[in-house]
């Protein structure tokens, strides 16, 4: 099953069938909100509002392990994840749409993994999302005409607020292209749940670098992104629409193979059965 993490202007599509809102389960506490589970081209789709509907949640208050935990039992494999973010680069000004292929994290006030003390893993996050999404996200998005950018690096800042024009200088030091708040620990998380993820981040202001941006506002970045949301919702549907065959076989799904490290007589039988969902493959492999 498809699941997309975004904001409201994601889930309003035309063509969805059967919709209806659910109240989703987590060992990891409360989810951003319910879940909308849906029909989109004949293909079970569901949406998950990152910051709840209306945007009442901080990106640093959003729980993401409850988020991807709620979505792993719901039966969601592959994540596609919409987001806003800013420009790093002058070659990617607001309306472009980057499908990010790398991440710095730069958060430090998130829970960032399903494992701990009891049960230890340990997964490779060399490349943090998933090639086969991504090449999939970025064909979708030529089919219909939506001018993407294939690959890039995507700063990932604790906020609230915005950068400080040092702090954003230094990321553009380090070749970062763009840099948003939200897409970490949940890139980590969903490859700790063995679930496909891919970022499709759109653009909707130069951070403030840039010597005509250097004020940020929240009106301007609403104006781009409800401008972009007609883009979104049409990569979205194509998408649904055309799922490979080899999902499967991805790699991403066997992700935990070789990363528990704790011995089984050893691990704490609370922790087996909070990760039911994300590690039940591996825990229980029999159930």
Known sequence: MLGVIGGSGVYHIEGLENARWVKADSAFGDPSDE??????????????????RGHRISPTDINY?????????????DIVSVSAVGSLREDMPPGTFVIVDQFIDRTFAR???????????????????????GEHLHAAAERIGISVVKGGTYLV??????????????????????IGMTNMPEAKLAREAEMCYASVAMVTDYDCWHPDHDNVTVDAIVKVL?????????????????????????????????????????????????????????LNPRS
């Open 35 to 52: 879940v909308l589970l849906a029909t989109l081209a004949g293909q079970p789709i569901a949406f998950l509002p990152r910051h709840g």
């Open 65 to 77: 392990r409850a988020n991807i935990d709620a979505l792993k039992r719901l039966g969601v494999t």
């Open 111 to 133: 829970e960032k993994s399903f494992f701990g003390s009891g049960l230890v893993a340990h997964v490779s996050m060399a490349h943090p999302v998933c090639n086969r999404l």
């Open 157 to 178: 800042m604790e906020g609230m607020q915005f950068s400080t024009l040092a702090e954003s200088e230094l990321y553009r030091s380090w070749q970062c292209d763009v």
């Open 226 to 282: 409800l401008a972009n949301a007609d883009k979104a919702r049409s990569l979205v549907k194509e998408v649904a629409a055309h799922r490979d065959a080899d999902a499967d076989t991805c790699p991403c799904r066997s992700a935990l193979q070789y990363a528990i490290l704790t011995a089984p007589e050893a691990r704490d039988p609370a922790m087996i059965e909070k990760l039911s969902a994300v590690a039940g493959r591996m």
